[in-house]
Every structure is written in structure tokens, then in C-alpha cells.
């Protein structure tokens, strides 16, 4: 089964690291992170920039609204996410409002990538499901 | 990390929001501090045993201003005159409080707790001292170190700013647009003060007066984010947020171990922080897409042109000078055409540079940025003498050792060139 694993934490607090502070978490974490890769069970993983970064595409209305900040309803759920390399914002919001076009309703949070560690599980077979 | 260290920064991180909701329930500020300083000892004993609470800033509200109710009940007491305004509307605002405790309503309040810190009458130094004592909790010995003060000298000057803010009277209704939208300029402006007066010496001079100041340049992206959070449409505040990252983000390669400043086109660019580089790119994007142009975002622009360049000669100078004329158009300051003279030295030579800063001479006659760049283009045109005259002027208005040291350099090597058959490897 493929799982994924969703970090919940106090931006204020983790954003306040110092350089060396944050190095040391991510080695700790980076040898952690070898060893469950090594042993075929880590997959990519990826550090979000702060929710300040963040662009809302609310799909619900037509057009879907461009709003600055988070997702901040508390009535619907993560159910999934993308991964983009795009040239930047304008372009990231284009691929949000193609996907939108053809599943409508809910929104799309487009968030930066701060960290990003392209992992590779071995071969899977991925359960097959329907678009979030 | 430790459970301790985890409440330390949770306390430290909600401050500005407890204490700023504090300050509108009892509309004084020391009150309102005490009962902040009162919740923060009720959480280091109660979260260790307890766990923290799901909400840490709701919960130091509410305890806060329960301590501080309890506290004036006991005091009233034995005073003749109960302060009864303070005890009337307690059950009224009660019960709703914690659901109304979402990013929207702080933003006032925590608007407001800044704003006070930027009264006019109080000078750029005080404003800030302020800041960092009531919005960040810095300690008074942290601050003083920051300015190179006594604790004893700098404990008077917030004293004094703050019985100057007392009588102020900053109204406690919610702001109309227009007021909040000058309210946030002047915050802004304030915010970058702070940062400001971090950058200018971080690194130089002693150490530890290093790290001091460089922790203001921490605080200031914190309040920054803060602000960010709290107005998540406001272009400028993107790029007040995006400067001071993209700017911070160089601080491990301004100096060397010498704690002497590198110039940008020598720094080692592995060094710069690649995170806050992220993050600052980021904001600038999303400012970019309101299409409304402000000093901040011009120069968080600026700065992204440096960030995205790989090696100096990579710059896109042509682009740098373009933004400085708007930048001129924006916010027209003699401060602002010597930086645009960096990149037209860049662009169309020294020469054209320097034709650009000469009319500047009386306005900017006493700064020490003028006298250093004007030397530094006398001396790509091979004016040695002249240039001389201008680094020996910078040097006497040096702010910093490290900004001494680095107009010394120059003139060593203008020494050193000028020595028979120095000219000759010079010009090779």
C-alpha cells in the first residue's frame, strides 16, 4: 500500500530556525531518510514554503477566483496534490486552472516547494483511483 | 528539540497576537504585558504537564486576562476605588471569545500594538527599541546589546518612549480603510527600520554585537510574516517580506572571517541561504500579479535580480538600472540615483556614472556610501589622485570599522599601485 505521510507543524516556530539550526534538523532527518529509501519504502518527499507564499485558485466559482494566501475553509479536505515545475507563478496557475476545467468544485492551494527530494520507490504497483 | 525550547518559541511566536488582544480588552499596555507575562508563567508549568494546547495563542488570551481580572479583583480589595471598567464586560466577552480567534480579527489588534510603536514624535531609534521590547518581548539586555548601549541607558529610553506613546491615545475602534491602509505604511517603514539597523552591522565589529543585531534582521522578517499573514492581499507587505529575505539571505557572505565586508559582485554565492532565497522569489512572484508597483516590491525586485544570478557577471544590469528609475519615480531620493549609479557604471561605464552622482555632492556630502562609490569610479577611470581624496572622506565618515576597513583596502591598493612599477600592473 502506498502511503503518504502529511507534516503538520507552527510555521512561525519552524520558520524561525536558525541556518544551523535547520541544517541540523535536516541531517537528522536525511539519515533517517536514507536508510527507509534504501530500504525501498520512501518515496519523494518535499518541504513546503510558508502558507505566506501560497495562492488560492477557488474552483467553486465561475471563473475560479485568483486569492492570495492559504486554503482556509475548514468544510473540505485534502485529498491530494501535484507536483509542477513550471516557470512561475502565472504559469503554475494556468496548469491549476486547466485541471480545474476539468474537475470543477473545491479549490487548488499552489504552494512553493522549498525542499524537494525526487526519491524513487522501486517498482509499485500504484493503486489505480480516480482524479482527486 | 526540547519540550522548554518548543514553549519558548511557541510564547515568543503568539506574543504579538496575545498580547496585542490583551491590549484591546484593558486598553493599557503595561496592564496588558502583565497579564502576558502572567499566561507565559502559567504555560511553562501547566504545557510540560499538560501538553501544549491545540490553540497556544487563545490560550494565553484567555489566562492571561483572567490572571490580570483576578489579580485587579485582589487589588481592588484593599484600593478604595475598584477600576470598574475592567471588571464590567468580562461575561459578555467570555464565551465568544475563542471562536472569534481567527487571523481576521487579530489583524487590528495586532496592527494596532505595531502602530503605537511608530508614533512621529519618537525618533527612528526609539521606534524601534520599542518594537523589540512590546511586539518581539526581546529583553532589555538584548536590545541594548543590539545598539551597542548600557541596559541601564537603553531601560530609560524605552521608559521614556513608552510614557510618550501612553499619552498618544490611539484610538481602539477598528480602523476604516484609509486609516488602516496608513496605519500598515507606517508599520511597514518601521518593520524595515528594524531590519535595517540589523543589517547595517550585522556581522562587523565584535562577535557577539554581530549575532545581537543580527537577530534583529530575524525579528524584522518575523514581523513581517506576521503582517503578511494578517494581510494576505497587500502587495507591498509581499515585498517588504521578499526584500528583507533576499537581503538576509546574503548575511553569511557579506563578511569574511576578518569580519571585513565583501562587496556583492565578490561575495561567494554558495553562501547565500538558498531557502530564504525560495521564499523571497516566491512572494516577489505573487506581488508582481497585482500590478501595483511599490518602492518595496521594486526593490525586492532589484534584489531577485541579484539572487537569480548565478555568478556576478550573470547580472542583468540593463534590468537593475530600469527598476532604479522607477524606483527614482516611485520615492525620488538622492540615496536612490547613487545605488542606480552602480548599475549605469555597469551599463555604460564609469564615466556615465559618475556624471550621474557629481550633482548629488552637496546633498549627499556627509554620506558615506557617496564618497566610496564616487572613489571607487574615479578609480576605474584611472584617476588615482582624485580617487584618493574620496576614499580618505568615506573613510572619515565610515559608520562601522568593517565599512572603514573596506574603503582602506581600496586605498592600499591605490598605494601600492601608484609605488614605482605599480602603475605598470596596474594596467596590465
Known sequence: MLYAILCYNDEDVVWSWTEAENAAVMARLGAVQDRLSAEGKLGPSLRLLPTTAATTLRKSSDPPLVIDGPFAETKEQLLGFYVLDVADLDAALEVARELGAVNPGGAYEIRPIAVYMPLDLPAHPAPRAAAP | ?428
Open chain 2, 1 to 428: 528539540m526540547t519540550d522548554l525550547a518548543w514553549i519558548d518559541a511557541a510564547l515568543t511566536s503568539a506574543r504579538p497576537q496575545a498580547l496585542s488582544a490583551l491590549l484591546r480588552y484593558f486598553r493599557d499596555l503595561d496592564t496588558a504585558e502583565e497579564a502576558f507575562q502572567d499566561a507565559c508563567l502559567r504555560a511553562l508549568k501547566a504545557w510540560p504537564l499538560n501538553g501544549p494546547p491545540r490553540d497556544p495563542t487563545a490560550w494565553l488570551i484567555l489566562v492571561g486576562r483572567n490572571a490580570a481580572i483576578d489579580g485587579t479583583r485582589r487589588r481592588s480589595r484593599q484600593e478604595p476605588l475598584p477600576p470598574e471598567e475592567l471588571i464590567s464586560d468580562v461575561d459578555d466577552v467570555e464565551t465568544p471569545l475563542v471562536e472569534r480567534l481567527d487571523g481576521a480579527h487579530y489583524r487590528d489588534d495586532v496592527l494596532r500594538l505595531l502602530f503605537i510603536c511608530c508614533h512621529p514624535d519618537l525618533p527612528a531609534t526609539q521606534q524601534i527599541a520599542l518594537a523589540l521590547r512590546i511586539v518581539s518581548g526581546l529583553s532589555v539586555r538584548q536590545i541594548a546589546r543590539a545598539f551597542l548601549v548600557g541596559e541601564s541607558a537603553m531601560e530609560q529610553r524605552i521608559t521614556r518612549a513608552k510614557a510618550r506613546i501612553a499619552r498618544a491615545e490611539v484610538p481602539f475602534e477598528a480602523p476604516g480603510p484609509a486609516e488602516r491602509a496608513e496605519r500598515l505604511a507606517a508599520v511597514a517603514a518601521m518593520v524595515y527600520l528594524v531590519f535595517n539597523e540589523g543589517y547595517s552591522a550585522a556581522g562587523g565589529e565584535g562577535e557577539g554585537e554581530g549575532e545581537a543585531r543580527g537577530a534583529l534582521c530575524d525579528e524584522a522578517i518575523r514581523l513581517a510574516r506576521l503582517l503578511l499573514r494578517l494581510f494576505q492581499t497587500e502587495p507591498e507587505i509581499m515585498g517588504l517580506t521578499a526584500l528583507m529575505l533576499l537581503q538576509h539571505a546574503r548575511t553569511q557572505a557579506r563578511f569574511d572571517a576578518e569580519g571585513q565586508i565583501v562587496l556583492l559582485d565578490d561575495q561567494d554565492r554558495s553562501l547565500w541561504y538558498p531557502q530564504m532565497i525560495a521564499e523571497g522569489l516566491a512572494l516577489i512572484d505573487k506581488a508582481m500579479r497585482h500590478r501595483q508597483p511599490g518602492p518595496y516590491q521594486v526593490q525586492a525586485a532589484i534584489a531577485a535580480l541579484h539572487a537569480r544570478s548565478a555568478r556576478p557577471q550573470d547580472t542583468d544590469w540593463p534590468q537593475i538600472d530600469r527598476l532604479y528609475a522607477t524606483l527614482e519615480r516611485l520615492q525620488p531620493s538622492p540615496v536612490i540615483t547613487l545605488n542606480r549609479a552602480v548599475a549605469v557604471s555597469k551599463v555604460a561605464g564609469p564615466q556615465a556614472a559618475l556624471e550621474l552622482i557629481e550633482p548629488l555632492e552637496t546633498r549627499l556630502s556627509g554620506y558615506f556610501h557617496f564618497h566610496g562609490l564616487r572613489g571607487a569610479l574615479l578609480l576605474q577611470l584611472g584617476r588615482g589622485e582624485a580617487a584618493r581624496t574620496a576614499f580618505d572622506r568615506a573613510i572619515a565618515l565610515a559608520n562601522t570599522a568593517a565599512e572603514a576597513a573596506n574603503i582602506r583596502l581600496h586605498l592600499d591598493r591605490l598605494i601600492r599601485d601608484s609605488a614605482p612599477g605599480g602603475a605598470a600592473r596596474a594596467a596590465q
